[in-house]
């Protein structure tokens, strides 16, 4: 009811109506920002990998793990060296480049194997189909399965003997809290204007 001390406007929120439905939309199917999710969580993964680990150094190799290197290194050296000297250079060169080896990367096939996996409107699964995964991920043991020892080949033809091989945890599938703020800016971007990236 109006009187001659009140006024009355009409606005037309069509636009803003139409916006808010958008936004609605966008909600219930969320599959391309889960996709673009699971880009970084690659992305993430592979930046682990470059630092040994992060926000925590990765635990470095075993004595058993540099034996096993370092022998392999001085193998192939007398391997592909017939004179002394060319020996000498190669042993000092390979010995060397163990320093730069990073831990897990050795043929790089763990770090290749990282894909997304399932993709949903509500979720995305991103890790390795690799056996080995698990267990660096998580950390554990070895033990025989059909044996009573294990035969570790530490080169010259020799072996270590052992029952069980602990490997620590060396978690490369960690989101880090960077990561945490470039996806909840990445939704809140999707779901306002549909924008992703």
Known sequence: MSDDRSIDIKVDVSEVVKAM???????LNLRPFFGAVGTILIK???????HQGRPAKWKGWAPLTKQIYEQGAIDSAMK????????????????????TRKILQ???????????????????????????????QLGGSIVPKKKRALFIPIGG??????????VPARPFLVLQQTDVQ?????AKDYVTRGEIG
């Not at 958008?22 to 909600?27: C, D, L, N, Q, V």
């Not at 592909?80 to 320093?99: E, P």
């Not at 770090?111 to 189909?129: C, D, H, N, P, Y």
């Not at 470039?182 to 990445?186: A, D, G, Q």
Request: charged residues 25%; hydrophobic residues 35%.
């Open 157 to 166: 033809g020799q072996y270590k003997i052992l029952k069980r091989v602990k």
């Open 106 to 136: 050795n043929s790089g096939e763990l770090r290749k194997s990282i894909v997304q996996g399932r993709l949903t409107a509500s979720e995305v699964e991103v890790g390795s189909s690799l056996i080995y995964a698990r267990l660096h």
């Open 44 to 50: 993430s993964a592979h930046e682990n990998f470059d």
């Open 80 to 99: 592909s060296h017939k004179t002394k000297a060319g020996q000498n250079r190669q042993i000092i060169r390979n010995l060397g480049a163990l320093g």
């Open 21 to 27: 439905e958008a936004m609605g939309r966008r909600s």
């Open 182 to 186: 470039v996806i909840l800016r990445m």
